[in-house]
């Protein structure tokens, strides 16, 4: 069975402070997608950034930065020096190479950043 | 720029009368998906299309059908809403089923 899991319900901070969001996944599939999404109060859906399962390398985007560790089933998501405009409902989500079009997401971190 | 059209943003309707969301995408994308998402939850995939091909989840209600004409456009009815369809509703595009899915704004539906 997929399954991802946002521990983190709601997290706040202070502008400037660094943050990390976890996501922590569960797949017997070999070949998966791993992705982050932002969710601003708008309502659209951001796409961030997919990862395959073959590539466990981090990746680096300005202020974001992600982290993939097969070892522990995790894709955790950072944000340097936090601004107001993170603040949104971030979504990880997983798909594996038996139905690649059903997107398992997490339940969500909502990201509180303050002036 | 929007790649991923949703309209309208709001729509209020009555219980149990029939109302039609649209999307429609300039990607040119293979696979259309509806998605509905309440409050503080995680969106719930509906049904796909890839091309004319369509994909029903198990558990979508038969109160909710979908229709896609063509590549660009694709339509979620609602038979007869109920007070618990209240949701947002999120179009999404992906050029082929294992790569990127990209969202519309999404569509807020009230039912009164």
């Known amino acids: 069975a997929q399954k991802v899991t946002q521990a983190q319900t709601e997290i706040s901070v202070v502008e400037k402070e660094d943050v990390t969001l976890d996501c922590v996944y569960e797949t017997r599939d070999t070949t998966y997608y791993l992705f982050w999404y932002k969710q601003p109060p708008s309502g659209e859906l951001v796409f961030l950034i997919r990862?395959?399962?073959?590539?466990?390398q981090n990746e680096i985007s300005g202020r974001y930065s992600w982290n993939f560790q097969k070892s522990t089933s995790s894709f955790n998501f950072t944000i340097t020096a936090s601004q107001v405009v993170d603040s949104a409902v971030y979504f990880c989500a997983l798909s594996t190479i038996y139905n690649f079009n059903k997107f398992y997401f997490g339940s969500g971190t909502k990201l509180n950043v303050k002036p | 720029d929007a790649m991923v059209i949703q309209n309208p943003r709001y729509q209020v309707t009555q219980f149990g009368k029939p109302v039609t969301l649209s999307c429609s995408q300039t990607l040119n994308h293979n696979v259309m998906y509806w998605y509905q998402q309440k409050s503080s939850q995680a969106p719930k995939l509906l049904f796909h299309?890839?091309?004319?091909?369509?994909?029903n989840e198990a558990d979508t209600p038969d109160n909710f059908q979908s229709r896609r004409p063509n590549t660009s456009f694709c339509f979620l009815d609602i038979r007869s809403p109920g007070l618990g369809d209240a949701a947002m509703y999120l179009c999404a595009t992906s050029r082929e089923q294992q790569e990127t899915q990209y969202f519309g704004p999404g569509t807020r539906l009230l039912v009164l």
């Open positions: 299309y890839y091309d004319k091909d369509f994909n």
């Open positions: 990862r395959n399962s073959f590539d466990e």
